[in-house]
């Protein structure tokens, strides 16, 4: 029990030490008062997935009657019922908080932001995947901080987007943390796992492993270019956006 207790507390500490660090990167007290607001927000993305996540079940079950099962069915709900309806609510719980402050905001401050709001909803759903977990399990999700990572993909997607108004990174930005999260999700499937055997770990092994990968990269980024004009400098204000 201690064993787990301690796994448990380790596993927040990387996603509270992100927070901790990204919130003192633009040196403005303004700012680190809408970066608590951002992991707020973070956290409020429950209920907005939850919604989400519950109309599109009731889409799954009309398929099931109507005869979907097997691995398409699995990739409907990994896919759809999950992946979807997650990286959506962030998005859009991300747009909400922009658009509670009258600010001109900068590439970096959508990075930062939209990174803060993927790590608010993945503390709270690691408390969700604790309850019954193992130390290895609740250990792995803390550090390799999925949902900081995807959210880190799509804050610079969507930052590129308003920066150049290129609609197509805005959509990228939803799309690649979609299919990613997705694609991992569905590898840890009932049906994945039984249609591959022993070698189904494969996916969702090497997405977790992806996922490391990019949290070093956000690390990397955010050392080399927190003082980048290029990122730094101010775009339209969010109520600009077409």
């Known amino acids: 029990m201690v064993l787990l207790a301690l ?18 990167i633009e040196g403005d007290e303004e700012f680190k008062g809408i970066c608590n607001k951002g992991l707020i927000q973070g956290f409020l993305s429950i209920f907005p997935v939850a919604a989400c996540s519950a109309a599109l079940a009731l889409i799954e079950i009309g398929l099931t009657l109507l ?13 759809i019922v999950l992946a979807l309806s997650e990286e959506l609510c962030k998005c859009f719980m991300f747009h909400r908080l922009l658009q ?21 909803f993945g503390l709270i759903e690691d408390l969700f995947y604790a309850v019954g977990a193992d130390a290895i399990t609740m250990l ?5 901080a999925m949902h900081g990572g995807y959210a880190f993909i799509m804050g610079y997607f969507l930052g ?11 959509v990228l930005g939803v799309a690649v943390p979609w299919l990613l999260h997705g694609a991992y999700d569905f590898g840890l499937s009932d049906e ?6 022993e070698n189904a770990a494969y996916l969702s092994v090497s997405l977790a492993a992806f996922a490391l990968v990019t949290l070093v990269v956000l690390v990397i980024f955010f050392i080399r270019h927190k003082n980048d004009e290029q990122f730094r400098a101010p775009m339209l204000s969010e109520s600009d956006i077409a």
């Open 192 to 197: 994945w796992l039984a249609a591959l055997g």
């Open 67 to 79: 005869g979907m099962s097997g691995m398409l069915k699995a990739a409907y709900h990994r896919f």
């Open 160 to 170: 590129k987007g308003k920066k150049t108004g290129d609609k197509k990174w805005s």
């Open 140 to 144: 792995v999700r803390g550090i390799t």
């Open 100 to 120: 509670k402050y009258e600010r001109n905001w900068s590439w970096l401050d959508y990075i930062i932001l939209m990174v803060l709001v993927g790590l608010g």
């Open 7 to 24: 796994a448990f507390i380790g596993s927040l500490l990387p996603s509270i030490g992100l927070f901790l660090w990204l919130r003192s």
